[in-house]
Nanobody
Framework: QVQLVESGGGLVQSGGSLRLSCAASGAARNWVTIGWFRQAPGKEREGVSCTSSNGNTYYADSVKGRFTISRDSAKNTIYLQMNSLKPEDTAIYYC?????????????????????WGRGAQVTVSS
């Protein structure tokens, strides 16, 4: 069974930090490209940060310098460390992955579709 399960969302004040986790199980452990996406109410889904198995990483301009994507291969888990959070970061954050074909991290993030998706985790940043 393919599963991507997000955790770590919550409510935080502006300027605070949160770390999201995405645990991959089943066939999802074979991801080639994986990343974080978000969708705020009334807005289109956007790619936040993606990384490929070859180490290439992409960040949206809006989060550069504040968010960091990382992975723990032993735990089949990727993380999104979010610092200096702003109210405009409020959204549902999704983890998504694609395999077996190689997909560039930037392409996967910009496309914001395809692959397998988790159910999402709510992140709310209060002002």
């Amino acid at each position: 069974q393919v599963q991507l399960v997000e955790s770590g969302g919550g409510l935080v004040q502006s300027g605070g930090s949160l770390r999201l986790s995405c645990a991959a199980s089943g066939a999802a452990r074979n991801w080639v490209t994986i990343g974080w996406f978000r969708q705020a109410p009334g807005k289109e889904r956007e790619g936040v940060s993606c990384t490929s198995s070859n180490g290439n990483t992409y960040y949206a301009d809006s989060v550069k310098g504040r968010f960091t994507i990382s992975r723990d291969s032993a735990k089949n888990t990727i993380y999104l460390q979010m610092n200096s959070l702003k109210p405009e970061d409020t959204a549902i954050y999704y983890c998504a992955a694609t395999w077996p074909r190689a997909t560039a991290a930037q392409a996967f993030c910009v496309r914001s579709s395809g692959g397998y998706w988790g159910r999402g985790a709510q992140v709310t940043v209060s002002s």
